[in-house]
DNA sequence: CATGGAATTGTACACGTGTGCAATACTGGA
DNA sequence: TCCAGTATTGCACACGTGTACAATTCCATG
């Protein structure tokens, strides 16, 4: 207390000037890439900013640049792991690139348009949406702003977004031959199809698949593709023999609810779900399932953000096609 | 093109100053709480505001202030279901109190430091850690800045920093009694202790009284906490009948492992977990364990960064009682 | 030594906002 | 009507940084 009066003052790019011997702007120079700087001032520079604990404001860069290092990341509830794999391999690559991930949790519902708004305070250099409904409205204002906004497995309804998809079509078609060759005849579709578009489009394509090859078929809709709702559905599963749930997270609900009625797996019915969430390849459920491979789902997405840094004018779409991995469910 | 020059440019608070006909300030203090403005002045003023389509900058704002409204959260793999519980718990409540959540993920190793280090750069105004490896060295930078640090479950080897805790003496000994009382005879517990502070706590509670109850106990290391290193250990366990694991994401491994060899659980070996993850409650599992409430963890570890940043001078410690749920695991 | 060009440095302005201070407008009572 | 007291407003400065532009230094070449 009586050694120094202002304990927490803040070290500014002018303290390291004085103590350097230079001007503000060397010392602006010395922590920007490709600025021109001699190699004695920025070594005189680094040393004293190293003696005083300085450290450049973001803040304050960001204000100037007119574009944060932040990206925005809009997702539904972690409970379905596979979101949760998805927001690690975002956050990591994000990181990794040097930008700074502000993670808004939105859950189904209205929330997300009120707490996207936020992001527009901030100067996002860019927004990734992974959540379910996506923000219609919005998209025009982040435009308008010029911050460019990539979807995750979103529908097609809005114009002019890049977007990075999971190959649904192929999905639905994998999974339905899949349980055919398992040996299933009376097959079923379980899908919140009402409220998430990529569960409706594998439900579309799995149908299609099986009405061309002819094959019995049904729809057990639910009201969400999750764990409760999955094994529910298993007390009033009857005269079928081959499931696809659209994401393995019902199917660990419906093989325990199946189970819990005496049927086995893969022998009473067979499942197959998507994914590839860690509990699929859990010697418990030990799932046969569709990879979505999510690191190079948020490689992608992040390389789509980038580009449309540079030039906003056009929109990419990119698939990325499942990966089939045939386990004991449906063997 | 033709219409208009400048579609990207920023409308500042400026403009709808000209427009509202009244004085920067007043734009500023008509979106400032608690400031001084009569009430015709804000109506012309949010009027304005909203035909420009105006936002005020946080990051000006932040830089006036000297505080941001970020918040770092520091926090190591999703893997772990707890994980993905506690980050979004963590982030729910913190965009709830109109905090930005930065999310930086730091797997076990030196990786923590350097990534929290970053989050000096953006005057946030707390950070809370969850990762392994607490980063003893930047505290002192952490606290000299001004930016309270709050730990979730770490060592107290760092002094003067806020902490809440699980109540580790209490897992330890519930999970012992629990497991005598399902019949058990011959105790061990599982855990990463080398590397994980919460999994040594548990195990040295664990095991002193197992002692004072003189039952007979032996200790499973193994190297991580996960449900492979879980899985593993299932296939060198022998004459045991009662396992008391760190954490119920290696104790799904070892249930798994040990049904892969045939042993029934409760009957074989009865397993008691920790944390309460989802699939401990699936009935595949049915896991009997002891519930961090991790919603109220995040609630007190956000009261106690607030209370941090107006009273800088102390640092408490709080600590959260476990909640024992019996299952089918151990009954 | 003179000179042209390149490399480096400093000055000064800009980014968009909050707020102390003084000036002004307003209110109610004598 | 006048005045004291209060509510409101505007001016001007501060926050910490990047960079255009001009000024300066440096170096090699004639």
């Given at each position: 207390?009586?050694?120094?009066?202002?304990?927490?003052?803040?070290?500014?790019?002018?303290?390291?000037?004085?103590?350097?011997?230079?001007?503000?702007?060397?010392?602006?120079?010395?922590?920007?890439?490709?600025?021109?700087?001699?190699?004695?001032?920025r070594?005189?520079?680094?040393?004293?900013?190293?003696?005083?604990?300085y450290?450049?404001?973001?803040?304050?860069?960001?204000?100037?640049?007119?574009?944060?290092?932040?990206?925005?990341?809009?997702?539904?509830?972690?409970?379905?792991?596979?979101r949760?794999?998805?927001?690690?391999?975002?956050?990591?690559?994000?990181?990794?690139?040097?930008?700074?991930?502000?993670?808004?949790?939105?859950?189904?519902?209205?929330?997300?348009?009120?707490?996207?708004?936020?992001?527009?305070?901030?100067?996002?250099?860019?927004?990734?949406?992974?959540?379910?409904?996506?923000?219609?409205?919005?998209?025009?204002?982040?435009?308008?702003?010029?911050?460019?906004?990539?979807?995750?497995?979103?529908?097609?309804?809005?114009?002019?977004?890049?977007?990075?998809?999971?190959?649904?079509?192929?999905?639905?078609?994998?999974?339905?031959?899949?349980?055919?060759?398992?040996?299933?005849?009376?097959?079923?579709?379980?899908?919140?199809?009402?409220?998430?578009?990529?569960?409706?489009?594998?439900?579309?394509?799995?149908?299609?698949?099986?009405?061309?090859?002819?094959?019995?078929?049904?729809?057990?809709?639910?009201?969400?593709?999750?764990?409760?709702?999955?094994?529910?559905?298993?007390?009033?599963?009857?005269?079928?023999?081959?499931v696809?749930?659209?994401?393995?997270?019902?199917?660990?609900?419906?093989?325990?609810?199946?189970?819990?009625?005496?049927?086995?797996?893969?022998?009473?019915?067979?499942?197959?779900g998507?994914?590839?969430?860690?509990?699929?390849?859990?010697?418990?459920?030990?799932?046969?399932?569709?990879?979505?491979?999510?690191?190079?789902q948020?490689?992608?997405?992040?390389?789509?953000?980038?580009?449309?840094?540079?030039?906003?004018?056009?929109?990419?779409?990119?698939?990325?096609?499942?990966?089939?991995?045939?386990r004991?469910?449906?063997?």
């Open positions: 207390m009586s050694s120094s009066e202002k304990p927490n003052r803040k070290v500014t790019s002018f303290d390291v000037a004085r103590r350097a011997g230079v001007s503000r702007a060397a010392v602006s120079r010395a922590f920007t890439p490709n600025a021109s700087v001699s190699p004695e001032t070594e005189k520079v680094v040393k004293a900013a190293k003696e005083l604990g450290r450049v404001n973001y803040l304050a860069r960001g204000l100037i640049n007119q574009r944060s290092d932040f990206v925005g990341i809009v997702a539904a509830g972690m409970d379905n792991p596979f949760a794999m998805q927001i690690e391999q975002i956050t990591k690559n994000l990181v990794r690139r040097n930008f700074r991930p502000i993670l808004l949790p939105a859950d189904h519902g209205e929330s997300a348009d009120h707490v996207m708004d936020q992001l527009l305070h901030y100067n996002v250099s860019g927004v990734l949406v992974t959540s379910d409904a996506p923000p219609t409205a919005l998209c025009a204002e982040f435009a308008a702003a010029g911050v460019p906004i990539v979807l995750i497995n979103k529908a097609d309804s809005i114009p002019a977004v890049d977007r990075v998809v999971s190959d649904n079509d192929t999905a639905g078609r994998l999974a339905a031959t899949t349980l055919i060759e398992g040996g299933a005849q009376h097959l079923a579709v379980m899908s919140a199809a009402a409220i998430s578009y990529t569960a409706r489009r594998r439900q579309q394509a799995f149908l299609a698949c099986c009405h061309s090859l002819e094959a019995d078929v049904r729809v057990i809709p639910v009201k969400i593709n999750d764990y409760a709702n999955g094994f529910a559905a298993a007390a009033a599963l009857d005269g079928v023999d081959g696809f749930c659209v994401n393995d997270y019902m199917a660990c609900g419906l093989i325990d609810g199946l189970r819990q009625r005496g049927i086995a797996i893969p022998d009473g019915v067979r499942i197959i998507h994914d590839d969430v860690p509990q699929a390849s859990w010697t418990g459920y030990d799932l046969t399932t569709l990879r979505q491979p999510c690191d190079l948020a490689e992608q997405a992040i390389d789509l953000l980038l580009s449309r840094m540079d030039d906003p004018e056009t929109a990419e779409r990119v698939e990325l096609t499942p990966i089939s991995l045939v004991r469910s449906t063997a």
